[in-house]
């Protein structure tokens, strides 16, 4: 069974740019998860999406928001970047409630 | 909320030794999951145990064994007979039984030598 996949594997990005990331989940896997992990921050919970819906959030400003498609693919889309949003940016998939399997994450750079 | 604390950022083993790697959280809930992680340099998260808080038998997946104290709030990882590919970032990890999301500890980097 192939693995979760993120695209793209890095990117640049300007100031007031904004970003779109791409996560395919496991297949049957219906909840994704998404991460940021900065060396200041560390493994910080972004959201969580379920079955189209996200589920649960977590403490980041509204320029971070997501989605998930029908076939449980998710995207992420950070608006008006800023310098401290340079970070890898992880997600995971899961069957409900169970282990969490992550990509090899989107590295992000804003210059 | 949710708190993991991992007190040792670095530690080191000799290849084919044993290191333990420590791992204290802080929870209301009686009932939840913990886990631990590896982050090689390629920084794909990788699962390397899980273990549910109801379960009192110690978690085991070959070379990997788990240390899980409820009431001190303490869940170690032992690694046995270590290899120059156990050498990563490790993450201890904790979920709650109602939500999806992963609380993370600071990490430990291990170093295997040779």
């Known amino acids: 069974k192939a693995g979760v996949t993120q695209t793209p594997r890095y990117l640049i990005k300007t100031r007031g740019q904004q970003v779109t990331l791409s996560c395919s989940p496991i297949s049957g896997h219906r909840s994704v998860s998404w991460y940021q992990q900065t060396p200041g921050q560390g493994l910080q919970f972004l959201f969580e999406y379920f079955s189209e819906t996200q589920r649960n959030k977590g403490n980041f400003p509204g320029r971070f928001s997501g989605r998930q498609f029908s076939n449980s693919r998710s995207e992420m889309n950070v608006s008006t970047l800023e310098l401290g949003d340079s970070a890898l940016y992880l997600c995971?998939?899961?069957?409900?409630?169970?282990?969490?399997?992550f990509g090899p994450g989107t590295r992000l750079t804003v210059t | 909320a949710q708190t993991v604390t991992q007190s040792q950022p670095e530690m080191s083993v000799q290849e084919a030794e044993t290191v333990t790697l420590s791992c204290t959280y802080d929870t209301s809930e009686s009932d939840y999951y913990l886990f631990w992680y590896k982050q090689p340099p390629s920084r794909q998260m990788i699962l390397v145990i899980r273990q549910e808080a109801y379960k009192q038998q110690n978690a085991t997946e070959n070379r990997f064994s788990v240390n899980f104290q409820k009431a001190a709030k303490s869940f170690s990882l032992k690694i046995s007979d270590s290899q120059l590919g156990d050498a990563a970032m490790y993450f201890c990890?904790?979920?709650?039984?109602?939500?999806?999301?992963?609380?993370f500890g600071t990490g430990t980097r291990l170093t295997v030598i040779p």
């Open positions: 995971a998939s899961s069957l409900d409630l169970r282990e969490q399997y």
């Open positions: 990890a904790y979920r709650g039984t109602g939500a999806n999301n992963l609380f």
